[in-house]
């Protein structure tokens, strides 16, 4: 009698209110973003725009992944709903966002991912240009070597090669 009861209640409780995050890879939501990034919340405070609250958030951004966005962006996020963007403070975090049409950066909770994950997918390479002079720099070393050694007419004695 209890069991039937307890479930007469679960089948007549509405769904409770969650966040629902569309089921997609981070590939396409990267490409739905507008700006991708790295970065730290330093500060969060609530506000209100056209009579809705909102939370803006300070963040440091550290690696920028995609989009137009250096030094300190604010993101804004809905506040009192379900999918408010909360994210601890001097925590890194990957941020997918959109631009609002009055430029501003948008947020949610869907638009967190792990920092790893977001810099694997889209990252820019670091390091490039300094890995190309590193390169050019033994190039040109085996390069004057050989050249040297040429010029002297000198070969390496080694064991059991041919003699001249």
Known sequence: MWLVAALAVLGLAGVAGACVCAAQPLEQRLDD??????????????????????????VAVEQRVKGEVEGTVVVRSPSGSDCD???PENRS?????????????LGS???????GQLVAEGGEPRGT????????????????????RRARGTRPDLPGAPRP
Do not use: H, N, Y
């Not at 973003?33 to 300070?58: C, Q, Y």
């Open 33 to 58: 973003a507008d700006v991708a990034f790295v970065g730290r919340v330093e500060s969060e405070r609530e506000a209100t725009r056209r009579g809705a609250p909102e939370r803006l958030l300070t």
């Open 93 to 105: 975090v990957g941020f997918l966002l959109v631009r609002a049409p009055d430029g501003g950066l």
């Open 129 to 148: 240009l300094i890995k190309v002079a590193l390169g050019l720099v033994i190039v040109g070393i085996v390069l004057s070597w050989a050249l040297r």
């Open 109 to 115: 909770l869907c638009s967190l991912v792990a920092p």
């Open 85 to 87: 963007l909360v994210v």
